[in-house]
């Protein structure tokens, strides 16, 4: 068997007025292919707002968008500028009755939060360009065979046209214009891609030229395309390395977290990285000032996580006996059998009292849930405790005494933004309500954090 013979398209290749006719019927944007796009819009739109993969891939599968793209393609192989004028026009109406109706569905849509399948559309990297010109190759060779297979299938689920359409719609009806352009364009690469290894595959094949078409023309197009690739896939290879450095840079703050901060009688609760502050809330004993140093230290000792500064919050948390107990599991583990009664001992001594104190701010969250709604209508709920501080401020000299500041910490989620006055307002109650000093956030659904302090320094 010869080499060219394994990768011969040829063999079991459908006729040049098969495979015309095939790309005529795909292309065509009216009655079956129309009501099978709005049912795949609905579909999708549905999937992407209840965050479901399953209703997401079906959508994927009937989308009819792959015709008009391979379209493209095929008038690019054989060099018909009206059937390539056709065609995106053909495709440009999908596109925008897709984005329309995904727009409307999610203006009345009573769930207009951003779920993780939405996201996942925002950010399209190089990966997404192979996996586009990948699925256009096996697309295109698919559509070619005498014989249909699972190929078409396979690929529309690979390249997930819709999707993405219907997260620009998101983005335009609830004016997250980020959401839009980055769905756009991941649309944008999957399309050109398509289209792109269509191109390839319909010339290898050999599909004849519609008309006479000068050598000039040829250079033209080869041209325009490499441009085209190139100023395309520039965007992804950039955002795919800031997608590797940010991964490289979780793992290594989660190997900070579980190595240099797995103390014996503390536990980290929960830790945030935002900016260049590295934020960790812990249980358990109070860390001295020397052992947040040290722990600094270690941070800086990895190389994506010098630019870091460590802000240890430690204090009493809302925790039930079950998370006590699986806090003490957890610290078990990874000793004897022999050193686990006594451990166990010290631990429920060290944990046990924490989670009576918190008793007490659990009394005084009910109270601010059942008041707070009555006193200030925008306010959905409240939750927080009490926490303690034990960074030294950065103005304080080294040899003075580190000083604990007690402080109650409260996330408050509204139904819209707060005007500053309101938020001066809702802090000051809270404070008389807890007399201590109060750092409160303030957030809703879709909004970031607002942070009010009380005017004395907090890391």
């Known amino acids: 068997m010869m080499w060219r013979d394994l990768f011969n398209l040829k063999g079991g290749a459908a006729s040049i007025q098969e495979i015309n006719q095939r790309i005529l019927a795909d292309a065509t944007v009216s009655g079956t292919n129309l009501i099978v796009l709005v049912m795949a819009i609905m579909i999708a739109c ?12 079906g959508a994927m599968l009937i989308s009819p968008l792959m015709g008009g793209i391979v379209a ?47 996201l996942a559309r925002t950010s399209p990297t190089i990966w997404d360009v192979i996996v586009a010109l990948c699925g256009g190759i096996a697309g295109a060779v698919g559509n070619t065979r005498q014989e249909k297979s699972n190929v078409i299938p396979g690929v529309a689920i690979a390249t997930a046209l819709m999707p993405p359409l219907c997260t620009a719609g998101y983005g335009l009806a609830s004016g997250h214009y980020p959401f839009f352009l980055g769905a756009m364009y991941l649309f944008f690469i999957n399309a050109f891609f398509i289209a792109l290894a269509a191109f390839l595959v319909f010339k290898l094949l050999g599909v004849p030229s519609h008309g006479d078409v000068e050598a000039s023309q040829f250079q033209r197009q080869r041209l325009i395309l490499a441009a085209l690739g190139i100023l395309i896939t520039a965007p992804s290879i950039y955002l795919a390395y800031q997608m590797v450095e940010e991964n490289l840079r979780d793992m290594q703050v989660k190997s900070f977290i579980s190595e240099d901060m797995d103390f014996q009688t503390t536990s ?38 010098q630019d870091l500064e460590l802000v240890v919050i430690q204090g009493q948390r809302e925790l039930d006996r079950e998370q006590v107990q699986n806090l003490i599991n957890a610290r078990l583990e990874k000793q004897s059998t022999s050193e686990k009664e006594v451990s166990y001992k010290n631990l429920s001594t060290q944990y046990y009292p924490a989670y009576k104190r918190a008793s007490a701010d659990q009394q005084t969250i009910e109270l601010l849930t059942q008041q707070g709604p009555l006193l200030f209508p925008e306010v959905l709920s409240i939750q927080g405790g009490t926490l ?3 960074t030294p401020q950065k103005d304080q000299p080294k040899t003075e005494k580190k000083v604990d500041h007690k402080r109650f910490m409260v996330e408050v989620i509204v139904k819209e933004p707060l005007r500053p006055e309101e938020a001066d307002r809702l802090q000051k109650w809270i404070a008389a309500q807890v007399e201590m000093p109060v750092l409160m956030t303030v957030q809703t659904a879709d909004h970031p954090s607002d942070f009010y302090g009380d005017g004395i320094a907090w890391p």
Do not use: C, W
């Open 388 to 390: 303690t501080s034990v």
């Open 268 to 305: 980290v609760v929960s830790y945030t990285v935002k900016g260049h502050v590295l934020t960790v809330d812990l249980v358990g004993t109070l860390l001295t000032e020397k052992e947040i140093a040290t722990l600094q230290d270690e941070l800086h000792a990895r190389n994506r996580l």
């Open 46 to 57: 549905v999937g992407l707002n209840m965050n479901s993969v399953a209703v997401i891939i």
């Open 72 to 118: 493209i393609g095929y008038g690019m192989a054989t060099y018909d500028v009206h059937f390539i004028r056709q065609s995106m026009i053909k495709l440009a109406f999908q596109v925008g009755f897709a984005i329309l109706t995904a727009s409307l569905y999610f203006a009345i849509s009573p769930l207009a939060y951003s779920t993780d399948e939405l």
